[in-house]
Nanobody
Framework: VQLQASGGGLVQDGASLRLSCAAS????????MGWFRQAPEKEREFVAA????????RYADSVKGRFTISEDSAKKTVYLQMNSLKPEDTAVYYC????????????????WGQGTLVTVSS
């Protein structure tokens, strides 16, 4: 499985961005996809995840109400709509896929995509 993330960029405080992560290669009937981020000199942290078959989603408290994860099953793509961005959202964002569940720790996740940089200026 290959995961291709895109959509990062430089925006101002309060702006919006939408990240995309397209999956290719082997497919699974049940899995989850999600997003993590890592800011400079900080540990990687869970952002959001979505279950493919029932679209149930969960979020980190820090982004709840501002970010929305969604998916297009036909395109095998997951999106992260980020609204009301803050400077503290600045990080490299990574998409991930797991055949069972995206653990919030990021531990033992099956597949990772490359990162896409989001920079929010104040």
């Amino acid at each position: 499985v290959q995961l291709q993330a895109s959509g990062g960029g430089l925006v101002q405080d309060g702006a919006s961005l939408r990240l995309s992560c397209a999956a290719s290669g082997r497919t699974f009937s049940r899995y989850e996809m999600g997003w993590f981020r890592q800011a400079p000199e900080k540990e990687r942290e869970f952002v959001a995840a979505i279950r493919w078959n029932d679209y149930s989603a969960r979020y980190a408290d820090s982004v709840k109400g501002r970010f929305t994860i969604s998916e297009d099953s036909a395109k095998k793509t997951v999106y992260l709509q980020m609204n009301s961005l803050k400077p503290e959202d600045t990080a490299v964002y990574y998409c991930a896929m797991d055949r069972v569940r995206i653990s919030s720790s990021g531990y033992r996740i099956d597949y990772w995509g490359q990162g896409t940089l989001v920079t929010v200026s104040s």
